[in-house]
């Protein structure tokens, strides 16, 4: 049986709950450049435990303050006001945690009851791994499809 131990990725990308929307944008776009997974950042806090998790959605609406009807002058005047909001004022709390031995049928569940990006996984109240859904998606399709299978072309 899989657990989260086999199907997590161990280096991600940190941010702390003080750092400014533009320091997280600065880290969304390090991390596309350097191949890192950015479809969610663990957000720490001052005491180095999980606070949340920072999207790229999550700053997005956050700079643009969430009003989808902006002029291209007054969005870009909108990301200029609000880069100093805090991560800790837009990060999703509240994220599902698992151990290492969460077992794979126990994380596709966490990923089917919401709308989670990741499930950070926790030992001793750090923060060591990340299971996102392109890691789950890969290991169902292992299970669903023969090797002849993984070879279709289309």
Same mark, same amino acid.
């Given at each position: 049986?899989?657990?989260? #131990?086999?199907?997590?990725?161990?280096?991600?990308l940190r941010i702390?709950?003080?750092? %400014? @929307?533009?320091?997280?944008?600065?880290?969304?776009?390090?991390?596309?450049?350097?191949? $890192?997974?950015?479809?969610?950042?663990?957000?720490?806090?001052?005491?180095? %435990?999980?606070?949340?998790? @920072?999207?790229?959605?999550?700053?997005?609406?956050?700079?643009?303050?969430?009003? #989808?009807?902006?002029?291209?002058?007054?969005?870009?005047?909108?990301?200029?006001? %609000?880069?100093?909001?805090?991560?800790?004022?837009?990060?999703?709390?509240?994220?599902?945690?698992?151990?290492?031995?969460?077992?794979?049928?126990?994380?596709?569940?966490?990923?089917?009851?919401?709308?989670?990006?990741?499930?950070?996984?926790?030992?001793?109240? &750090?923060?060591?791994?990340?299971?996102?859904? &392109?890691?789950?998606?890969?290991?169902? $399709?292992? @299970? #669903? @499809?023969?090797?002849?299978?993984?070879?279709?072309?289309?």
């Open positions: 049986m899989q657990t989260a #131990a086999d199907l997590m990725t161990k280096r991600f702390s709950t003080e750092h %400014n @929307l533009k320091e997280a944008l600065a880290l969304l776009l390090y991390g596309e450049q350097h191949k $890192a997974e950015t479809a969610a950042i663990a957000v720490i806090d001052e005491q180095g %435990n999980l606070a949340g998790i @920072l999207t790229p959605e999550c700053v997005v609406a956050g700079l643009s303050g969430l009003n #989808a009807h902006l002029s291209q002058e007054a969005l870009s005047e909108a990301v200029e006001r %609000n880069y100093s909001l805090t991560v800790g004022q837009v990060m999703k709390k509240g994220i599902p945690t698992a151990t290492k031995e969460t077992p794979l049928s126990e994380l596709l569940l966490y990923m089917r009851t919401g709308k989670h990006e990741c499930i950070p996984v926790i030992e001793e109240s &750090s923060v060591i791994g990340l299971v996102y859904v &392109s890691d789950l998606f890969k290991q169902v $399709a292992q @299970l #669903a @499809l023969t090797e002849e299978d993984q070879g279709i072309q289309m």
